[in-house]
C-alpha cells in the first residue's frame, strides 16, 4: 500500500501558476496510478488527472486539459502536477491518490492529506 504526501499549494493571484507534488512511498509503486483530484467547498471531489506509473499514459478532465501537466520524476516516486492560468474557481483542497483503474474517486486505494490551492487577488 502507498502512502501520500502533496506539498505545493497555496495563494497565487488568477493568471498564476502552480506546481503541486506528491510523494508516495510504500510497495508497489509502478502497480498504480496517481491521480490528482480537488474538492471545493460544497462540491463533490472532481478527478483531475492521472498518471499510470508503468507506461505514463496520462489522463486529463476537461476542466484542466491544456492548462496543466501531470509528470513524474523517474529518479524518484514523486508525481507533479503544474497548474496554470489559474482562476478563483480553481481554489480547493487539492488531493493526490493512489488509484487501480480508471481516473475516478470510486478506483482510489489511499488519499493523501490533501492541500489548499486558493486563487485571488
Known amino acids: 500500500q502507498l502512502q501520500l504526501a502533496e506539498s505545493g499549494g497555496g495563494l497565487v493571484q488568477p493568471g498564476g501558476s502552480l506546481r503541486l507534488s506528491c510523494a508516495a512511498s510504500g510497495s508497489s509503486f509502478y502497480s498504480y496510478s496517481i491521480g490528482w483530484f480537488r474538492q471545493a467547498p460544497g462540491k463533490e471531489r472532481e478527478a483531475l488527472s492521472c498518471?499510470?506509473?508503468?507506461?505514463?499514459?496520462?489522463y486529463y478532465a476537461d476542466s484542466v486539459k491544456g492548462r496543466s501537466t501531470i509528470s513524474r520524476d523517474p529518479a524518484k516516486t514523486t508525481v507533479y502536477l503544474q497548474m496554470n492560468s489559474l482562476e478563483p474557481e480553481d481554489t480547493a483542497a487539492y488531493y493526490c491518490?493512489?488509484?487501480?483503474?480508471?481516473?475516478?474517486?470510486?478506483?482510489?486505494?489511499?488519499w493523501g492529506q490533501g492541500t489548499q490551492v486558493t486563487v485571488s487577488s
Open positions: 491518490a493512489a488509484v487501480i483503474g480508471p481516473c475516478s474517486s470510486d478506483y482510489v486505494r489511499n
Open positions: 498518471i499510470r506509473i508503468r507506461d505514463d499514459s496520462t
